[in-house]
């Protein structure tokens, strides 16, 4: 049985940051489906899906997930699953093993703010260069990604917490120790 840890939140939420420090806490197999898609070749359809601040459809997605959590590892989900249909096959592909999510909860305006902030740092993420697929990656989140992370709240088979992602990243990560068992050993 393994530990499954999905990280949670809007565009600009600081999952990214959060899995660093929970990558240096633990050995975790770490899986942010972004990176993987951004690392494409830029004329694929995912990455043309990507730079109108679209999903990735699930036949796309649920192969690349499976491929790299085939062994024993415990796992670490940084932008997966985003809506209910990949948060269902997750629940079910992985029933045997201990699911617990953290969401960070951010509002719209904070969320702008930090995806301004990362552009004006030099960040060249395509889905971050467009005021319009920043719009459309915001509603997609509220249209697909809440109603996943209500699920996974009202699941009594999964280990649910919110915390305010006004936290710093410090704060965040002890609250998570805090929250994870499995975080109290290091790696």
């Known amino acids: 049985m393994k530990n499954i840890v999905i990280i949670m939140g809007g565009p600009g939420s600081g ?13 975790f197999n770490y899986i942010e489906t972004g ?5 494409l070749s830029s004329d694929s ?8 601040g679209g999903l990735i459809p699930d036949e796309k997605i649920f192969p690349l997930i499976m491929e790299h959590t085939s062994d024993n590892t415990d796992v ?13 096959w997750l629940v079910d592909k992985f029933q045997n093993n201990i699911i617990n999510v953290v969401y960070l909860k951010l509002s719209k305006d904070i969320m702008i703010q930090r995806i301004n902030k990362r552009l004006s740092e030099g960040s060249s993420r395509i889905d971050d260069m ?26 009594s ?6 915390i305010d992602g006004l936290k710093t990243p410090d704060e965040i990560a002890d609250v998570i120790k805090d929250y994870l068992p499995l975080l109290k050993n290091p790696a």
């Open 15 to 27: 999952k990214g940051t959060i899995a660093e420090l929970l990558l240096k806490l633990h050995r």
């Open 157 to 162: 088979d999964i280990n649910f917490i919110e």
């Open 35 to 39: 990176a993987l898609f951004r690392g």
């Open 45 to 52: 359809d995912i990455a043309k899906i990507m730079e109108r």
């Open 130 to 155: 467009k005021k319009e697929i920043i719009q459309k990656r915001l509603f997609t989140f509220e249209s697909e990604t809440l109603p996943a992370i209500k699920f996974f709240n009202q699941s």
């Open 76 to 88: 670490l989900f940084d932008g997966f699953p985003r809506n209910i249909a990949q948060a269902k």
